[in-house]
């Protein structure tokens, strides 16, 4: 069973550029979570879905950044305009049940984004 | 809020040493407490879990039990291997946070062969 899938894993970008982070999820996973890493904060969870309505993007860092779930099984991350500050590792994760709460999370391998 | 305090690292051990990495929390709930395990270049895997006091979550000879009175989650190997050097994550989920999962900051694990 394939898991939760990122492309891509590197990106090396130029400040101001569009950047879009592709997930697709487990098959039959129902909740999507983007979470960043840097050594500075640690994970920090950007936006959750739950059957593909967007939960709670409280920890969006700002209106460069927009998420979408276009179907069950998709995902992207956007950021424009990219900035340095936002260099870090980006994962996804899923999840599966109707308690969610108790639902341990599936990670894809990240997409490390530097913008220069 | 509800958030997760875990032992700063690095963490370092000869192989075959006891390993205990701390985890106390505080939480608005009654929150499932998990374990992750993040290898180098890879994404976060679940190492274990317990979703009610007193519970152990057990996995590779790695163990935790829930401690609702002293709010910890400890995690704890009778002899490590090389091959768990790592960084370890000790997180919460809460039905009153909804869907959300909080970890703690990591703790880097380096075992010497």
């Known amino acids: 069973d394939a898991g939760v899938i990122q492309s891509p894993r590197h990106e090396v970008t130029e400040m101001g550029q569009e950047v879009t982070l592709r997930c697709k999820l487990i098959s039959g996973h129902n909740s999507l979570f983007w979470y960043r890493q840097t050594m500075m904060r640690g994970l920090e969870l950007l936006i959750y879905f739950n059957n593909n309505v967007p939960i709670d993007d409280s920890g969006m860092p700002e209106d460069r950044f927009s998420a979408k779930m276009p179907n069950a099984s998709f995902s992207t991350l956007k950021i424009q305009p990219s900035e340095p500050r936002d260099s870090a590792v980006y994962f996804c994760a899923s999840s599966f049940g109707q308690e969610a709460y108790n639902s341990p999370l599936h990670f894809g391998n990240g997409t490390r984004l530097t913008v220069t | 809020g509800d958030s997760v305090t875990q032992m700063e690292g690095p963490v370092t051990l000869s192989e075959e040493a006891f390993l205990t990495i701390n985890c106390t929390y505080t939480a608005t709930g009654y929150p499932s407490l998990f374990w992750y395990v993040q290898y180098p270049g890879e994404g976060l895997q679940l190492l274990l879990k317990?979703?009610?006091?007193?519970d152990k979550g057990s996995n590779k000879g790695f163990e935790a039990t829930y401690r609702k009175e002293t709010t910890s989650f400890h995690l704890e190997k009778g002899s490590v291997q090389v091959s768990d050097s790592a960084v370890y994550f000790c997180a919460l989920s809460d039905i009153a946070g909804g869907f959300k999962t909080i970890f703690g900051a990591g703790t880097r694990l380096f075992v010497k062969a």
């Open positions: 317990a979703t009610k006091a007193d």
